[in-house]
Protein backbone atom coordinates (compact mmCIF):
# COMPACT_ATOMS: atom_id res chain seq x y z
CA UNK A 1 0.00 0.00 0.00
CA UNK A 2 1.59 3.05 0.23
CA UNK A 3 0.80 7.02 0.23
CA UNK A 4 -0.70 8.39 -3.09
CA UNK A 5 1.78 11.44 -3.40
CA UNK A 6 1.63 13.21 -6.74
CA UNK A 7 -1.87 12.04 -6.82
CA UNK A 8 -4.43 14.60 -8.08
CA UNK A 9 -6.76 15.13 -5.26
CA UNK A 10 -10.36 16.81 -5.47
CA UNK A 11 -11.13 19.95 -3.26
CA UNK A 12 -13.90 17.90 -1.34
CA UNK A 13 -10.90 15.43 -0.26
CA UNK A 14 -11.36 15.90 3.88
CA UNK A 15 -8.66 16.65 5.35
CA UNK A 16 -7.34 13.92 8.00
CA UNK A 17 -4.58 12.45 10.73
CA UNK A 18 -1.69 11.05 8.48
CA UNK A 19 -2.26 13.62 5.77
CA UNK A 20 0.28 16.51 4.60
CA UNK A 21 -0.14 19.87 3.40
CA UNK A 22 2.99 22.31 1.84
CA UNK A 23 1.96 25.84 2.70
CA UNK A 24 3.34 28.16 0.90
CA UNK A 25 3.26 32.25 2.03
CA UNK A 26 4.62 35.06 -0.11
CA UNK A 27 4.43 38.76 0.11
CA UNK A 28 5.30 40.56 3.02
CA UNK A 29 6.21 37.34 4.74
CA UNK A 30 7.73 34.23 3.21
CA UNK A 31 7.56 31.20 4.14
CA UNK A 32 7.45 27.28 2.76
CA UNK A 33 6.09 24.60 4.91
CA UNK A 34 5.34 20.74 4.45
CA UNK A 35 2.70 20.34 7.55
CA UNK A 36 1.50 16.65 8.65
CA UNK A 37 -1.58 16.47 10.87
CA UNK A 38 -0.85 14.76 13.49
CA UNK A 39 -3.25 12.61 15.89
CA UNK A 40 -5.13 15.05 17.20
CA UNK A 41 -6.00 16.82 13.73
CA UNK A 42 -3.13 19.86 14.46
CA UNK A 43 -0.82 20.71 12.53
CA UNK A 44 1.73 23.33 13.75
CA UNK A 45 2.72 26.65 12.04
CA UNK A 46 6.13 28.12 13.23
CA UNK A 47 5.04 31.65 14.59
CA UNK A 48 1.42 31.03 14.32
CA UNK A 49 0.79 27.86 16.70
CA UNK A 50 -1.35 25.07 16.32
CA UNK A 51 -4.34 24.76 14.38
CA UNK A 52 -6.51 22.20 13.44
CA UNK A 53 -7.19 21.12 9.90
CA UNK A 54 -8.74 17.54 10.53
CA UNK A 55 -12.65 17.80 8.91
CA UNK A 56 -11.73 20.53 6.69
CA UNK A 57 -11.97 20.44 2.99
CA UNK A 58 -8.88 20.32 1.01
CA UNK A 59 -10.25 23.40 -1.17
CA UNK A 60 -11.54 25.44 2.19
CA UNK A 61 -7.77 24.80 3.36
CA UNK A 62 -6.94 27.83 2.10
CA UNK A 63 -9.23 29.94 3.88
CA UNK A 64 -8.89 28.50 7.04
CA UNK A 65 -4.84 29.00 6.61
CA UNK A 66 -4.73 32.55 5.67
CA UNK A 67 -7.49 33.35 8.55
CA UNK A 68 -5.46 31.99 11.04
CA UNK A 69 -2.04 33.54 9.76
CA UNK A 70 -3.67 37.06 9.30
CA UNK A 71 -4.10 37.08 12.96
CA UNK A 72 -0.20 37.57 12.69
CA UNK A 73 0.91 39.07 9.51
CA UNK A 74 -0.31 41.40 6.92
CA UNK A 75 -0.04 41.35 3.10
CA UNK A 76 0.40 37.80 2.12
CA UNK A 77 -0.35 35.33 -0.56
CA UNK A 78 -1.24 31.80 0.24
CA UNK A 79 -1.35 28.77 -1.65
CA UNK A 80 -2.07 25.34 -0.43
CA UNK A 81 -1.33 22.20 -1.83
CA UNK A 82 -1.76 18.28 -0.80
CA UNK A 83 1.85 16.79 -0.07
CA UNK A 84 1.36 12.73 0.93
CA UNK A 85 -2.32 11.59 1.33
CA UNK A 86 -2.62 9.30 3.92
CA UNK A 87 -2.60 6.06 3.50
CA UNK A 88 -5.73 3.24 3.86
CA UNK A 89 -5.37 0.19 5.19
CA UNK A 90 -7.74 -2.12 3.21
CA UNK A 91 -8.37 -5.50 4.06
CA UNK A 92 -9.90 -8.01 1.29
CA UNK A 93 -10.93 -11.59 3.30
CA UNK A 94 -12.71 -14.50 1.34
CA UNK A 95 -12.30 -16.72 -1.46
Known amino acids: MGS ?28 TERLTIDREGRVLIPQAGPLTLSGVRLGDAEKVLSAHLRRIYRNFNLVVTMGRVRSAEVFVVGQ
Open 4 to 31: SQGAAVPASYVLGPGDEVVVQVYGAVAI
